[in-house]
Nanobody
Framework: QVQLVESGGGLVQPGGSLRLSCAASGNILSINAMGWYRQAPGKQRELVADISSGGSVNYADFVKGRFTISRDNAKNTVYLQMNSLKPEDTAVYYC??????????????WGQGTQVTVSS
């Protein structure tokens, strides 16, 4: 079994910063893409950013220049540095990883989500 555990969410004022972390654990052979998604109340889940195992990154237009995604392959961990936060960034942020599990194949795994609230 594979788990993704997120941390780093919380309440921050507009213009502030937060850093999210997501660590994968379990019977992992390797991890392909890892990414962050978010879901605000009443809205669909949307991609924020993702990163390949080789480090290629992709960002949603609404976070370009403000958020940075990175990963540590040795730790099976992905990070999301969020700067210049806006109230509209308020959402539950979910980590996702395409994980190859020993003797079982490839699976898309989700974390439990972490709340980010941007408010004065």
């Amino acid at each position: 079994q594979v788990q993704l555990v997120e941390s780093g969410g919380g309440l921050v004022q507009p213009g502030g910063s937060l850093r999210l972390s997501c660590a994968a654990s379990g019977n992992i052979l390797s991890i392909n893409a890892m990414g962050w998604y978010r879901q605000a109340p009443g809205k669909q889940r949307e991609l924020v950013a993702d990163i390949s195992s080789g480090g290629s990154v992709n960002y949603a237009d609404f976070v370009k220049g403000r958020f940075t995604i990175s990963r540590d392959n040795a730790k099976n961990t992905v990070y999301l540095q969020m700067n210049s936060l806006k109230p509209e960034d308020t959402a539950v942020y979910y980590c996702n990883a395409d994980v190859i599990i020993y003797y079982r194949g490839s699976f898309s795994v989700w974390g439990q989500g972490t709340q980010v609230t941007v408010s004065s």
